[in-house]
C-alpha cells in the first residue's frame, strides 16, 4: 500500500483477493479462530467508539464461535492503542478498534507512533454514528440562532468538549466556530465519555459527539442541530446544521476494524464477513441507531 492513506471505500465494501489455491490459507480460514480474540478500542469505555465496537462485534463473536476480549486503551486520541497493535504479532488474535480521526484526519494535524497505510490492513467498517450537538441546560438559548447570538455576545465564554485533540469531535466544533463566526474555547478529554459527563454538570457547555443523543433523546441535554447528512431517528424533529445553513465542511464519523500489517488474508477475510454479518442484523441496527 506504500505511503497511500487509508480512506472510507475500504471499510465500506471489503473484500480481500488473493484467497485462491494456497493450501495454507485454506487451512487458516477453516481452523481460525481457535482461541480468545482480543480487540483493543484506543477509547476510554462508553464512547461511541467503545459502544459500536462492543455491540456489533459481540454478535461477530457468536458468528465465530469464539469470544473477544475488548481491551480498552484509551489516551493520545487513539495512538497509545494504536502503537500497542501495531507492535503485535500479525497472528490473527489482535484487531484494532480505529475511526475516522485515526486514519485520515489526526495524521495531518500531529505526529503519529505510527502509519496507518503502513503498519495496518482495513478488515471492516461496522458503523456509521449521528453526531448530536449537545448543549447544556445552563445555555440561555432555545434554538441555534439564539445560541450563535448568545456565542457572539460572550466570545471565549463557551467551552467545547472533544474526545481528543485532532479528532473529528474537535473539528466539528472548530467547524462551527468558523462557520457561525463564533469563538467557543476546545477542551480537549481522553475520550468522548468523560466529555459527556462534564456537559452533562455543566463543566462545559457545548459538545458535537454522538454520546450526547442518548441524552438528548431524554431530554437532559438540549440541541438545536444534528451535525450529520441526515437527521437521527431518534428524535426527527431536529434539523440538521445543513439544513440551518452550517455544517457544509462537514461529514460522517465512521468506525471500523484494522489488522496488524502482516496478518493472514485469509483470517482478514473471515472476520470482515463476520463483522458485515452481525453489522446486517436488524436487532444490532436497532441497538446501533439508540445509542447514535
Not at 472510507?8 to 494456497?22: D, E, I, N, T, Y
Request: proline fraction near 8%; charge should be positive; aromatic fraction near 8%.
Amino acid at each position: 500500500m506504500g505511503k497511500q492513506k487509508i480512506g472510507r471505500r475500504p471499510f465500506v465494501s471489503m473484500s480481500v483477493a488473493g484467497l485462491l489455491a494456497a493450501p495454507a490459507i485454506v487451512s487458516a480460514q477453516s481452523e481460525w479462530p481457535t482461541r480468545q480474540i482480543r480487540v483493543v478500542i484506543p477509547y476510554p469505555p462508553g464512547g461511541p467508539s467503545d459502544v459500536t465496537t462492543r455491540i456489533v462485534l459481540e454478535r461477530a463473536s457468536s458468528i465465530l464461535g469464539q469470544s473477544i476480549l475488548f481491551d480498552n486503551k484509551g489516551g493520545a486520541s487513539g495512538a497509545i492503542g494504536a502503537e500497542h497493535v501495531k507492535n503485535t504479532v500479525p497472528d490473527g488474535y489482535t484487531f484494532l478498534m480505529t475511526t475516522t480521526a485515526m486514519v485520515c484526519i489526526t495524521q495531518h494535524l500531529q505526529p503519529l507512533p505510527y502509519d496507518p497505510a503502513a503498519d495496518f490492513v482495513p478488515v471492516a467498517r461496522h458503523a456509521t454514528s449521528w453526531i448530536g450537538m449537545g448543549i447544556s441546560p445552563q445555555v440561555p438559548s432555545n434554538n441555534l440562532q439564539e445560541f450563535i447570538t448568545y456565542a457572539k455576545a460572550n466570545p471565549g465564554k463557551i467551552n467545547f468538549g472533544s474526545a481528543g485533540l485532532a479528532t473529528i469531535t474537535q473539528l466539528y466544533g472548530e467547524i462551527f466556530n468558523i462557520e457561525a463566526g463564533v469563538k467557543m474555547v476546545h477542551v480537549p478529554y481522553k475520550g468522548s465519555a468523560p466529555a459527556t459527563n462534564d456537559l452533562l454538570s455543566g463543566q462545559i457547555q457545548v459538545q458535537f459527539d454522538p454520546t450526547t443523543l442518548p441524552h438528548i433523546a431524554a431530554g437532559r441535554l438540549k440541541c438545536f442541530a444534528i451535525a450529520s447528512e441526515k437527521r437521527w431517528p431518534g428524535r426527527l424533529d431536529i434539523p440538521t446544521l445543513k439544513e440551518q445553513g452550517y455544517g457544509k465542511m462537514g461529514g460522517d464519523a465512521w468506525y471500523g476494524i484494522l489488522a496488524p500489517r502482516g496478518t493472514n488474508p485469509a483470517i482478514v477475510n473471515k472476520m470482515s464477513r463476520a463483522i458485515g454479518e452481525a453489522a446486517a442484523m436488524p436487532d444490532i441496527n436497532e441497538k446501533l441507531v439508540a445509542s447514535g
